[in-house]
């Protein structure tokens, strides 16, 4: 076992394991996680990442509005969102576009907060912008495994630093370039939490650094017809009834999105951010390109 002497910018301040195993399945691929180094000396468990080990999970347990995407809901995501959300890779490929539109083509830094899943954000990302470097945060693990997956694939895990965490853990540095949020905001229940996050997003941030925020923006029982288009989708990919049902609760689980449009932008400038930009929707879905006040 070597101990990686690659460390981004924005980690630079802060002590943290990072374990690099030749010959393990993700090789060359950078791990983070936000435990002091000589806690790791003494671990048990095999890393997630690495055949490394660490010391226990337990400071490291997902929080219940991550819980739920375990490994079942990771295997079936890439599927799911695409019907769940209509329009879901133009959604990504927009906000990469609006992202190289604003920052340009030099070598820049990209957060990507609850990249768990497709890794889309990355995808998109990387392929327009080949100077650019990111790194992936989220507290699922199954989640983020099939991101990397994909990512690893197409050949970004060199530009990719992992973060298995939340925002509020990622150690402190010089501030991203930019920064995605994506399908996140819906699944975290309370309002203070929400709240929390894009403040910590925007602290993340450099100043006048945009973010591509994008969520469920309405309670889904406000929008009756949303729901029965919703159901529709399913119906066309396939699904019986029952499976309909079954679709929409788990969707449904655990999620409380904010109350309107409205509602998400005055929460963006309560944390900081200005001139929101709305560039996408599609039933309850809705985007939006804002950037940290100067």
């Keep these: 076992m070597q101990i990686a002497a690659r460390l981004q910018a924005p980690f630079a301040s802060k002590p943290l394991c990072v374990i690099s195993a030749p010959g393990h399945r993700r090789e060359g691929q950078t791990c983070i996680f936000n435990m002091p180094p000589k806690q790791t000396m003494a671990c048990t468990k095999e890393c997630f990442w690495r055949q490394c080990t660490l010391p226990t999970m337990a400071g490291m347990t997902s929080t219940s509005s991550s819980a739920k995407f375990d490994l079942s809901r990771s295997i079936e995501y890439a599927t799911q969102s695409r019907i769940a959300l209509a329009g879901y890779d133009a959604c990504h490929e927009l906000a990469a576009c609006l992202l190289s539109a604003h920052l340009g083509h030099d070598a820049k830094s990209v957060l990507v907060a609850g990249a768990g899943g497709t890794g889309q954000e990355i995808l998109c990302a990387a392929k327009l912008e080949p100077a650019w470097t990111f790194v992936a945060a989220d507290p699922a693990v199954a ?51 929400k709240d929390a996050l894009l403040r910590e997003l925007g602290r993340r941030l450099k ?17 009756p017809l949303f729901l029965e288009a919703w159901a529709a989708r399913w119906r066309m990919a396939g699904a019986d009834e029952a499976e309909v049902v079954a679709k929409l609760g788990k969707i449904r689980q655990g999620a409380v999105p904010p109350l309107s449009e409205a509602a998400v932008e005055t929460m963006l400038a309560n944390a900081g951010f200005v001139n929101p930009l709305r560039f996408f929707s599609s039933l309850f879905w809705s985007a939006w390109i804002t950037f940290k006040a100067q």
């Design 143 to 193: 989640m983020l495994d099939q991101a990397m997956t994909g990512i690893e694939a197409a050949g970004l895990s060199g530009r990719t630093t992992v973060f298995h965490g939340t925002v509020e853990e990622l150690p402190d540095g010089d501030g991203f370039d930019a920064a995605t949020l994506v399908g996140v905001l819906h699944h975290i229940p309370e309002q203070d939490r």
């Design 207 to 223: 100043p006048g650094g945009p973010l591509i925020l994008a969520c469920n923006r309405c309670p889904y029982e406000s929008q």
